[in-house]
């Protein structure tokens, strides 16, 4: 009689070791067969079963590469100050106070500081008008010395996103998220002035750890205008052939299932589990999300949308959440910030 094969992802994942990838190598291994219920069904997989205590995915180091990507910045900023006197600055607008969206305020502020960016913030109360945060947006899309702007998202029901977005100067929409950037990314023979963060901050993972992208098959699970729908494209730009899973793809883990390359950023915490992965395959994890857990103080722990424990046995290369992604966004925010004042003032 068979028995579902249901490892509990759940659990604090164990703690591999940070590697630099340049190609896996693997070691010794068997395929055995192993059967999955789905929604009362049962179907065969091989499930690659690694015979070694620690786990045979190399780690994408996140933290060291985007330490490095800071250092980078530090060192131009520096050199453009020295040359024309000019500070590349960073503005931020935030409405409400929500507690999460205050943090991440807060964490890019100290961003700026430690590369030598000026920051600059406006926050309004949560009843503010359209009207007021159009003024302000205004009055940053005029001053010579802003040369990013990020608007700090969710903004409150009453507020169209879109046309606050919108209001952004292209010069300055450093988040990457202004149509005609989105537009120029999607087009080909077209350079986007910049990229959003998040998918920008996956690529350059793959990028840095001389991962090929051309010729492989990759699959983003999520199509959201933040990071799902740019990801694929960034991906298909430099010849990857793309499948996205959405909430109505049917059978998505065998789709994701043929990707040499996965991108998850579903926001839907131990969604991938190790059966939807080929053996072998990189998987770049963008979700957070939260999981009960009595054992820590704060009462839970941030995971991926990857089932991390399962995995990492069977993929080649995979980020850690946290110590993935997430600090390449900020990292990125910083280096399109950069790039827009070196860009404005003909700085290279």
Same mark, same amino acid.
């Given at each position: 009689?068979?028995?579902?094969? #249901?490892? $509990?992802?759940?659990?604090?994942?164990?703690?591999?070791? =940070? =590697?630099?990838f340049r190609g896996f190598r693997g070691g010794a291994v068997h395929l055995r067969q192993s059967v999955f219920f789905r929604s009362g069904k049962s179907t065969t997989t091989t499930r690659l079963m690694v015979m070694a205590c620690e786990t045979s995915a190399k780690v994408i180091d996140?933290?060291?590469?985007?330490?490095? #990507?800071?250092?980078e910045i530090t060192e131009k900023v520096s050199r453009m100050k020295e040359t024309i006197n000019v500070v590349p600055g960073l503005a931020v607008v935030l409405v409400g106070e929500r507690k999460d969206s205050q943090t991440y305020v807060r964490n890019k502020k100290k961003a700026c500081e430690a590369v030598g960016i000026k920051s600059y913030d406006a926050s309004f109360p949560e009843k503010c008008t359209e009207e007021e945060l159009l003024k302000c947006i205004s009055e940053f899309n005029s001053d010579p010395l802003v040369h990013g702007i990020l608007v700090q998202l969710p903004l409150p029901r009453h507020i169209n996103e879109e046309? #606050?977005? $919108?209001?952004?100067?292209i010069e300055k929409d450093v988040d990457g998220f202004h149509p005609l950037n989105i537009g120029r990314l999607a087009m080909r023979d077209r350079e986007p002035l910049f990229v959003p963060c998040t998918p920008k901050g996956a690529m350059e993972l793959l990028h840095r750890y001389g991962i090929e992208i051309k010729g492989k098959r990759a699959v983003v699970i999520g199509r959201s205008n933040i990071v799902g729908t740019p990801a694929a494209l960034l991906l298909q730009r430099e010849n990857a052939s793309v499948s996205i899973v959405h909430s109505y793809t049917k059978n998505p883990e065998e789709v994701t299932r043929l990707a040499d390359i996965v991108i998850s950023a579903a926001g839907h915490a131990n969604l991938v589990r190790g059966c939807w992965i080929k053996p072998g395959a990189v998987v770049i994890d963008v979700g957070i999300n939260t999981v009960d857990d009595p054992e820590s103080p704060r009462g839970y722990r941030l995971v991926g949308d990857v089932c991390y424990e399962e995995v990492s046995k069977i993929a080649s290369a995979l980020t850690p959440v946290p110590g993935g992604v997430g600090p390449m966004t900020i990292a990125m925010l910083l280096?399109?910030?950069?790039?827009?004042?070196m860009r404005t003032h003909s700085f290279k």
């Open positions: 009689m068979a028995t579902a094969v #249901i490892p $509990d992802c759940s659990s604090p994942a164990t703690t591999a070791r =940070l =590697l630099n996140g933290k060291s590469v985007a330490k490095q #990507i800071r250092d046309r #606050i977005l $919108d209001s952004v100067s280096s399109n910030t950069l790039d827009a004042a």
